[in-house]
């Protein structure tokens, strides 16, 4: 499985869109494809919510991280049982932030396994990282830093690839989940293992947890245990969250400072950000409590997708992992993807049902394969076994005449 680079991904067309959002079934409704009014209803819903967030809508406005901003970031902080926490603008901006901070030693007190004979500004990362597939180079010509591969293998960093790293690196940089690997954890006892290995080798951890919200279940621990074996964690807020936008860096007091001077050298500190604070704490109080509930659910309907899959004789098809360790996951046809874009549209269209809402992208190789990220929202819930198999049997129906393949 090689990722694409979200650079490279096709515009999805006026009638894709209009289609998933005329659909009035769906396994998750996705932001990307929501209108401005509907953008502009969930920003109202959130100032609606504002009293149960805890925030006076007639106090000031925030004014450079000020006011809502500040409440957000110490709520996260609390969730995360970390000193500090800054608001971010977004993930990629978060990011360099914290790994150029580690590699100038800006918190010299709270790296724990910092020092002995490690490399302060090169970078150990999986190949299949957010850094390494999506954000164009930043590390390195934006940075200032150098990165190594941990291994380029479709799953989890483990401790021996650690181990087994043939130069020194200052920081270790963990996906939890590992996103284009088919957003794949690590156990806890994994984890465990492969933070131990990276601190033998002198190297703070640094936690890529964009979705990090929604990896309890499987981890079988609480946030405040996650976050506790990492030296730095950044969190998103418009992915699982749904939030407008944003990002929050959390770690030690004095490495949080010196990440909000770096966040003002890149042009994060903006004037007034309370859209997309507001909107992060709704999720916060709104969808972070309902993620479990979505990955136990996510496993009945990558079960019943697989299910009808064998049952349809479908060639090289899976779905990826068979027991998802969120509430996302992976599905593999054997067609271009184009071509199962325009069946998912014309199934939309002629049922009213959107099976598979994400983009469909082509790894390159083999040839004549390509995937989607289904993932189990709110609405996904009141979704049977049943209800996933027929709505998949419906699609490979569009599907095979619009390819000219005999219905089975």
Not at 19 to 32: F, N
Request: aromatic share 6%; glycine share 10%; charged share 20%.
């Amino acid at each position: 499985m090689i990722a694409v680079n979200s650079s490279r991904r096709a515009a999805r067309g006026e009638r894709e869109i209009r289609a998933l959002q005329r659909a009035t079934r769906v396994l998750e409704r996705p932001t990307t494809t929501a209108t401005l009014r509907q953008r502009l209803d969930a920003l109202a819903d959130a100032a609606g919510a504002a009293g149960d967030l805890g925030v006076d809508l007639d106090a000031p406005s925030d004014l450079y991280g000020s006011g809502v901003v500040g409440h957000l970031e110490r709520r996260v902080a609390a969730l995360l049982g970390t000193e500090d926490a800054a608001f971010f603008p977004s993930g990629t901006t978060a990011q360099q932030a914290a790994l150029r901070c580690w590699a100038h030693d800006a918190a010299p007190g709270a790296g724990r396994g910092a020092g002995r004979g490690s490399r302060p500004g090169t970078v150990a990362l999986h190949a299949l990282s957010h850094p390494q597939v999506h954000e164009s180079d930043a590390l390195t010509r934006l940075a200032g830093l150098s990165t190594v591969p941990v291994t380029t293998q479709p799953r989890p960093t483990t401790a021996e690839d650690v181990r087994a790293l043939p130069e020194p690196a200052g920081t270790l940089v963990l996906e939890l989940p590992l996103r284009d690997a088919g957003f794949l954890l690590p156990s806890w006892d994994e984890l465990l293992a492969v933070t131990d290995a990276a601190r033998e080798r002198g190297m703070r951890v640094h936690l890529d947890g964009a979705r990090l919200w929604e990896s309890t279940t499987h981890l079988g621990h609480g946030l405040e245990e996650i976050a506790a074996l990492a030296d730095s964690v950044y969190v998103s807020f418009y992915k699982s969250l749904r939030g407008l936008s944003g990002a929050a860096l959390a770690g030690p007091a004095d490495f949080v400072e010196q990440a909000r001077l770096e966040r003002h050298r890149y042009g994060g500190n903006i004037f007034q950000q309370h859209p997309a604070a507001l909107t992060a704490l709704h999720g916060l109080a709104r969808d972070l409590p309902r993620l479990p509930a979505r990955v136990e659910h996510a496993r009945l309907v990558a079960d019943a997708l697989g299910r009808e899959l064998a049952a349809s004789g479908a060639a090289w098809s899976k779905v990826h992992p068979l027991v998802p360790h969120t509430h996302q996951f992976q599905v593999w046809l054997p067609h271009r993807a184009d071509v199962l874009t325009e069946a998912a549209t014309r199934h939309a269209e002629q049922s009213g049902t959107a099976l598979f809402t994400g983009t469909w992208r082509e790894p390159g190789l083999p040839p004549g394969l390509a995937f989607t990220e289904v993932t189990v929202g709110e609405e996904g819930l009141r979704w049977s076994a049943e209800d996933v198999r027929t709505a998949l049997r419906e699609y490979l129906g569009v599907l095979r005449a619009l390819t000219g393949t005999p219905p089975r």
